[in-house]
Nanobody, 119 residues
């Protein structure tokens, strides 16, 4: 059974930094991609950043390019999201996604972690 666990959210002032961590386990053949999405009340979940576990290629939402960096530790099946120069509009619940493709595309989600950017 796949488990996805996030950590690292919290309250930070505008211009500050936070690092989110996500550990995934339980996939027999590993994960194809892992990434971060975020959601605010009344809105759909949106992509923040993803990383390919094999080759390491990354993909970012335009709104976070240059401020957020996604990285991975394959030995630990863990990805990180380093967030800098945070803005109030980054306030959201951040969800970690882990995708497998060995039996078709399957997405697994963590429980979410709140990030609040406020003075």
């Amino acid at each position: 059974q796949v488990h996805v666990v996030e950590s690292g959210g919290g309250l930070v002032q505008p211009g500050g930094s936070l690092r989110l961590s996500c550990a995934a386990s339980g996939s027999r053949f590993g994960f194809y991609t892992m990434g971060w999405y975020r959601q605010t009340p009344g809105n759909e979940r949106e992509l923040v950043a993803t990383i390919a576990i094999g080759g390491g290629s990354t993909n970012y939402a335009d709104s976070v390019k240059g401020r957020f960096t996604i990285s991975r530790d394959n030995a630990k099946n863990t990805v990180y999201l380093q967030m800098t120069n945070l803005k109030p509009e980054d306030t959201a619940v951040y969800y970690c996604n882990a995708r497998t493709i060995d039996t078709g595309v399957r997405d697994y989600w963590g429980q979410g972690t709140q990030v609040t950017v406020s003075s």
